[in-house]
C-alpha cells in the first residue's frame, strides 16, 4: 500500500491555502497549512512533512530565510533533507537562482498553472523517495561488507582449529569449539543471503521507480 504524502503549504494568503488543500486532498495527499514562516517552522518540528510547498513573501519569515534554517541550522538537521518548493510572484532570474542555492528543489512563478505545480510536486517527491532508497541500499551494502569480512575471519578461525585438530591427539574440548564456531558460521551465512535476498528486492523497487521518473508518471 502506498504510503500518503504529507505535503505542508506556507503561504500568508487564505486563498491560496484553501486552493491547496482542496486540490490536493482531493488527489490523496495530507495537506497541513502555515500562514508565515516561523509557523512553518513551528509546523515542520510537529509533523514533518514530506514536502513543503514555500511561499517566498511572508511576513515574520521569508520563504528564502525558513529555507535557510531547515537546510544548514543545526537545530533543524533532522529537517533538512525535506525538499522544498519555493513560489513567488518574482520572476527574476537572482531570485530564483538564490532560492535554488539556498537548498530548495524547485521554484515556480506565480501565476501558475495547477497541472504544473502538480507534476513538480510529484516529481520532487520521486526524486527524494530515490534518493532515500539509494542512501538505505548504500547502508544495507556497507553492513553486508562488514558481514563479508567476519564470514572470513570466522573460516580462517575454524580452519586453524580443525587443522589444530587433524594434527593432533582427540581433543573433545577443540571439537566442541570447532562445531561452535561451524554452527556460528552457518547463522552468519544464513544472515548474508538473506541480506542478499534484500537488497535484490530494494533493487527491483528501485529500477521501478527510476523507471517512473523516466515515463514521468505518479
Known amino acids: 500500500m502506498q504510503e500518503t504524502k504529507r505535503i505542508l503549504i506556507v503561504d500568508d494568503e487564505e486563498i491560496n491555502l484553501e486552493f491547496f488543500e482542496v486540490m490536493l486532498a482531493n488527489l490523496g495527499f495530507d495537506v497541513i497549512k502555515a500562514t508565515n514562516g516561523l509557523e512553518a517552522l513551528e ?33 533543524y538537521a533532522e529537517y533538512s533533507d525535506i525538499p522544498i518548493i519555493m513560489f513567488s510572484a518574482l520572476d527574476d532570474v537572482k531570485d530564483k537562482v538564490e532560492g535554488l542555492e539556498l537548498g530548495a528543489e524547485d521554484y515556480i512563478t506565480k501565476p501558475f498553472n495547477f497541472s504544473e505545480v502538480l507534476a513538480r510536486i510529484r516529481a520532487v517527491l520521486r526524486n527524494h523517495e530515490l534518493v532515500r532508497q539509494i542512501e538505505r541500499r548504500d547502508l544495507r551494502l556497507d553492513k553486508t561488507d562488514e558481514m563479508l569480512e567476519e564470514l572470513d575471519e570466522g573460516a580462517r578461525e575454524l580452519a586453524d582449529q580443525l587443522l589444530a585438530l587433524r594434527e593432533g591427539p582427540p581433543d573433545a574440548v577443540r571439537t566442541e569449539k570447532a562445531l561452535g564456531k561451524l554452527d ?20 527491483t523497487a528501485l529500477e521501478a521507480l527510476k523507471y517512473g521518473v523516466r515515463k514521468g508518471t505518479a
Request: proline fraction near 6%.
Open 43 to 75: 509546523t515542520v518540528r510537529k509533523r514533518k512533512p514530506d514536502l513543503i510547498v514555500l511561499d517566498n513573501i511572508m511576513p515574520k519569515l521569508t520563504g528564502w530565510e525558513v529555507t535557510r534554517i531547515l537546510k544548514t541550522d543545526p537545530e
Open 184 to 203: 556460528a558460521l552457518r547463522l552468519c551465512i544464513a544472515s548474508y543471503k538473506a541480506e542478499t535476498e534484500r537488497l535484490k528486492t530494494e533493487e
